[in-house]
């Protein structure tokens, strides 16, 4: 059974960090790329960001390039999401899902998510 | 960026049909995958390419895709469907690539 367990939101003050960590399991963690995706209490999905089955090729959304960070560790099956220079409109739950597919357009499994809370 | 537009909400009794649209420009030609979301719960991949069916899905979800509509269409709606769905297109000029409708919330009525 595919399984994503989020972990590592938290409180924190605009303009500090956090790492999101994603620990995945009952799947061949390496032959997959990953993402992160987000969702602000009461909106919609947001896409944040994604990294190649490798490592490689990290991809991020305009909102969050130059202060977010993704990668893996297929050695510990774990995907993370480095925040920096957090703003209150990051304020959301974090979702790590599969990619799947040609081109890694189907996000096939979620996790549960993380809550990111921005706040002073 | 590539726009996806869905009703804010769909109504339906128990045992009818619903219709969920997402509007794109000529939205036809890409690959729609739609994805459930409970309150409360995760988001679940419910159709990919259009009208697949991942596995443990039931035969009552359904995706259609053609011209500027995609359809997710959910037969005989039992109480238990009643969620948000977001439809989702990868567009390689869009920013981010991966788009998502702004979601749909289906009552049961």
């Known amino acids: 059974e595919v399984q994503l367990v989020e972990s590592g939101g938290g409180l924190v003050q605009p303009g500090g960090s956090l790492r999101l960590s994603c620990a995945a399991s009952?799947?061949?963690?390496?032959?997959?790329?990953m993402h992160w995706v987000r969702q602000a209490p009461g909106k919609g999905l947001e896409y944040v960001s994604s990294i190649s089955s490798n490592g490689g090729s990290p991809y991020y959304a305009s909102s969050v390039k130059g202060r977010f960070t993704i990668s893996r560790d297929n050695s510990k099956n774990t995907l993370y999401l480095q925040m920096g220079s957090l703003r209150a409109e990051d304020m959301a739950v974090y979702y790590c899902?599969?990619?799947?597919?040609?081109?890694?357009?189907?996000?096939?499994?979620w996790g549960q998510g993380t809550l990111v809370t921005v706040s002073s | 960026s590539y726009v996806l537009t869905q009703p804010p909400s769909v109504s339906v009794a128990p045992g009818k049909t619903a219709r969920i649209t997402c509007g794109g420009n000529n939205i036809g030609s890409k690959n729609v995958h739609w994805h459930q979301q409970k309150p409360g719960q995760a988001p679940v991949l419910v159709i990919y390419y259009d009208s697949d069916r991942p596995s443990g899905i039931p035969e009552r979800f359904s995706g259609s895709n053609s011209g500027n509509t995609a359809t997710l269409t959910i037969s005989g709606v039992e109480a238990g469907d009643e969620a948000d769905y977001y439809c989702?297109?990868?567009?390689?000029?869009?920013?981010?690539?991966?788009?998502f409708g702004g979601g749909t919330k289906l009552t049961v009525l």
């Open positions: 009952g799947f061949t963690f390496s032959s997959y790329a």
């Open positions: 899902a599969r990619g799947f597919g040609e081109l890694n357009d189907i996000l096939d499994y």
């Open positions: 989702q297109v990868w567009d390689s000029s869009s920013d981010p690539h991966w788009v």
